[in-house]
């Protein structure tokens, strides 16, 4: 086993536990993570909140009818500024779905000691999908509440979709016999079954303190099932969500064996980024030619250099613009 992939690695299992009317996913990220973590030298807070974002990005994207794109955004006052991911739907079958991550960060205010999440201030969580050329974008938002990202994520739903949601995450460093440490991540999500008809939270079970908790959103049976399948995901520990000695499918069983959890084919993930020189060239195209002329380094080109995977572009700036007077090619426009 040394060495090699373990079989459950970057994946996202989706299970049903039918008697309890709750959807799940089981995560696993590790390869994905180390390779989105590899495009960019973020110190530990940072590579840890976003770490856990690309985690619940996972498990949020597979959970959505979803033809093109799914991204999350985290935005705010502390240090942390900006965590910025994006799911893109396998093109078929069998693909592996993609995800891409970056943060943008204040270094001076960055606070290394304590949890990673103090160093996230005020802001919103935001999920936005894009299901492609032609189609409206969807966008929701919620501001950030709780301790964790995680947190943020569950009021996020609870509050946008009236669906209660749970994370159990775990994600860090760590080191198999004979190998170099590297970033693992696993997680469960529980999620009620949503509606066939979406269903409003009624007024009168509004929260006090304006947040949502499942007791506000579902009538007493409903509760019951959701607050079961929360007990039986308490006894959960970290190295269980992370692996890689207990499959997901193993887990699934211990902590849901009176349910009989029901898994579907599972999903699998990769890193992968969609930036091109055509997208760059198209984000340019607003620019006049005096635009282009102050981008221009001394060495006669404009450079861009993609925030998530990190490529260089370089382009002659004749051929940049709306005013361009040549074409990519080279020749004249
Ligand atoms: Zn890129």
Known sequence: MLGSKIAWDDTVLPFQLDKSDVRGRVARLDGVLENVLMQHDYPPAIEALVAEVALLTAMIGQ???????????????????????????????????????????????????????????????????????????????????GSSLSNCAENYFAQSEQLPTRFELSFGRSTLSGEDE???????????????????????????????????????????????????LDSVDSLELIGPSVQPTQLLTRLFH??????????????????SEASVRNSLSIYSAKD??????????????????????????????????????????
């Open 182 to 232: 590297k970033w693992r991540a696993g997680g469960v999500m529980l999620q009620k079954m949503p509606k066939a008809s979406p269903s409003v939270a009624p007024v009168e079970n509004e929260a006090a303190d304006g947040v949502l908790k499942a007791e506000d959103i579902l009538s007493e049976d409903d509760f019951e099932n959701w607050n079961r399948a929360n007990i039986l």
């Open 258 to 275: 009176e349910d009989q959890p029901r898994v579907f084919d599972a999903q699998s993930v990769a890193f992968g980024c969609s930036c």
């Open 63 to 145: 959970t959505i009818k979803l033809r093109w794109k799914l991204s999350i955004q985290i935005r705010n006052d502390g240090p942390a500024r900006l965590i910025a991911t994006d799911y893109y739907a396998p093109t078929a079958d069998g693909k592996p779905a993609r995800i891409r991550a970056y943060a943008s960060y204040d270094k001076e205010r960055l606070q290394e000691d304590g949890d990673a999440y103090d160093n996230v201030g005020n802001g919103y969580f935001a999920i936005l999908i894009d299901q492609g050329e032609g189609m409206k974008p969807y966008q929701g938002i919620t501001p950030l509440t």
């Open 292 to 333: 282009i002329k102050t981008m221009t380094t001394d060495a006669g080109v404009v450079s861009a250099d993609c925030q998530f995977c990190g490529m260089h572009y370089e382009m002659d700036p004749e051929t940049l613009g709306f005013e361009a007077k040549a074409g990519p090619d080279g020749r004249s426009a």
